[in-house]
T-cell receptor
Framework: AQSVTQLGSHVSVSEGALVLLRCNYSSSVPPYLFWYVQYPNQGLQLLLKYTSAATLVKGINGFEAEFKKSETSFHLTKPSAHMSDAAEYFC????????????FGQGTTLQVKP | GAVVSQHPSRVICKSGTSVKIECRSL??????MFWYRQFPKQSLMLMAT?????????EQGVEKDKFLINHASLTLSTLTVTSAHPEDSSFYIC???????????FGPGTRLTVL
């Protein structure tokens, strides 16, 4: 079965600093991968997704993620953090290419300090 | 992305009562809808997948008689928590997709508190 591991349940950065949120998946077959953001008491918003096209995926709000098959990783980055980026971030993997079932990581809380 | 609404956004009910949560896809016809629950400070756990006009497929460990799902149209799915208990208190989130393997768009969630 697929699984997703997000390293670091809480990440704190200063405004303007690099944001790096880590995600590793377990799969022998390249899956579909997603990053979602959740603001307090709201649902999830899709940031970006990887579906086997370009390995570097650009998303909304200046975020991007790179699919590295050799490392089974899909880390999320943003060059310069903004206060509005403070939220919960979830990495997710599709259970298979023929199913929409998503397996979510545990989530990483991003804190942005002024 | 798609616009998804959920109603109510918050609900408090007494133990033993039933609660219905609606999920609406406002700008496209969603063949597939998913229901998740999220406990505080935890990730989302898929409860069930529903396809319009078909019976929902429940994940292992989810009681189908307790969490009734109806997907009667391409824009509406409902989740009814029957005979609710305090341990059912959670954040329930739906998502919609054009088809079973398409990108999911999530609703804002419904916070259920059972007293």
């Amino acid at each position: 079965a697929q699984s997703v591991t997000q390293l670091g349940s809480h990440v704190s950065v200063s405004e303007g600093a690099l944001v790096l949120l880590r995600c590793n998946y377990s799969s022998s077959v390249p899956p579909y991968l997603f990053w979602y953001v959740q603001y307090p008491n709201q649902g999830l918003q899709l940031l970006l997704k990887y579906t086997s096209a370009a390995t570097l995926v650009k998303g909304i709000n200046g975020f991007e993620a790179e699919f590295k098959k050799s490392e089974t990783s899909f880390h999320l980055t943003k060059p310069s953090a903004h206060m509005s980026d403070a939220a919960e971030y979830f990495c997710a993997v599709s259970e298979g290419r023929n199913t929409g079932k998503l397996i979510f990581g545990q989530g990483t809380t991003l804190q942005v300090k002024p | 992305g798609a616009v998804v609404s959920q109603h109510p956004s918050r609900v408090i009910c007494k133990s033993g009562t039933s609660v219905k949560i609606e999920c609406r896809s406002l700008d496209f016809q969603a063949t597939t809808m998913f229901w998740y629950r999220q406990f505080p400070k935890q990730s989302l756990m898929l409860m069930a997948t529903s396809n319009e006009g078909s019976k929902a497929t429940y994940e292992q460990g989810v009681e189908k008689d307790k969490f009734l799902i109806n997907h009667a149209s391409l824009t509406l799915s409902t989740l009814t928590v029957t005979s609710a208990h305090p341990e059912d208190s959670s954040f329930y989130i739906c998502s919609v997709a054009l088809g079973p393997v398409d990108t999911q768009y999530f609703g804002p969630g419904t916070r259920l508190t059972v007293l």
